[in-house]
């Protein structure tokens, strides 16, 4: 297990699911970490947790829809544990299940503004002070549909597939600071999503329901294999890799150390048999 002892980490969306896991792995490292969500109640049960484990973490209540909110907890998080030197933007929705035409407006709507426009809420509020002191690095969490089309789950996807665009384009625009922006895909993972596509029943089709009830039954990818990808791209050895879409089943691995081609791990990937 590597150290992580005084690294500042955002985790958003740390109240459950993914981006919870992720916030008490890095606090059992060593890292102080801001846990920022919207629900009080889910942070509170997170920070417990933490706190239980020997870890050091703050509560941050904010609406990542609403970039005055985020930009006022990364300043309490400045303020309470120092420059925030990771970010994992993993705070999102599912959003409407079932087809487009039958989708409610407002909801498609709904998960656009927190998937997408929270992930660049996230960055804009980030991104000053690590320009200004030329060290970062920004790991938005990807999703299924963000690489190929997801039926029944059109807002979700198109979410998914804009993070991976702005990430790639927001990665050349900072690279000559010295700061990393990459997404990564962290697996089919037992979370309150699988759930609502279970309940969603046949609006959400027979490939995802037979995928979602799999995970269910084994729990899917475990939180170790998420956090042994995170941890690399939150390192300094990482530092070559930016602008990359990254699966926690891919042979990630040989990417330390190693010259990687620019069109790897894009969001225009080619799988070769």
């Not at 998937?115 to 999703?143: D, E, F």
Request: charge should be neutral.
């Amino acid at each position: 297990m590597h150290s992580l002892e005084n690294v500042c980490v955002l985790v958003t969306g740390a109240g459950r699911g993914i981006g919870k896991r992720l916030a008490i792995g890095f606090a059992q490292r060593g890292a102080r970490v801001g846990l920022l969500a919207r629900s009080k109640a889910e942070l509170d049960l997170t920070q417990l947790e933490i706190d239980h484990s020997g870890g050091t973490a703050i509560r941050l209540r904010a609406d990542v829809r609403h970039l005055f909110e985020v930009q006022s907890a990364v300043d309490r998080m400045r303020a309470h544990f120092g420059a925030v030197d990771v970010v994992i933007g993993a705070a999102g929705i599912q959003g409407p299940i079932g087809p487009f035409l039958e989708n409610d407006g407002d909801d498609w709507w709904e998960t656009l503004e927190i998937n997408l426009r929270g992930a660049v809420n996230t960055c804009r509020a980030v991104l000053p002070q690590m320009v200004q002191r030329r060290q970062g690095k920004i790991i938005l969490l990807s999703g299924g549909g963000g690489t190929r089309p997801r039926a029944n789950f059109s807002a979700y996807a198109t979410s998914k597939a804009g993070i991976l665009r702005f990430a790639e384009t927001l990665a050349e625009e900072v690279r000559d600071h010295n700061v990393q922006v990459n997404c990564m895909s962290p697996g089919g993972t037992y979370t309150h999503m699988t759930d609502e596509i279970l309940r969603a029943g046949e609006r959400a089709g027979w490939k995802d329901t037979e995928d979602a009830l799999q995970v269910r039954v084994t729990g899917g990818v475990t939180p170790e294999r998420q956090m042994q990808l995170a941890m690399f791209l939150s390192s300094d050895r990482s530092n070559h890799v930016s602008g990359k879409l990254i699966h926690v089943e891919d042979d990630w691995k040989r990417l330390e150390g190693a010259a990687v081609s620019p069109e790897m791990w894009t969001l225009r990937r080619v799988v070769k048999g």
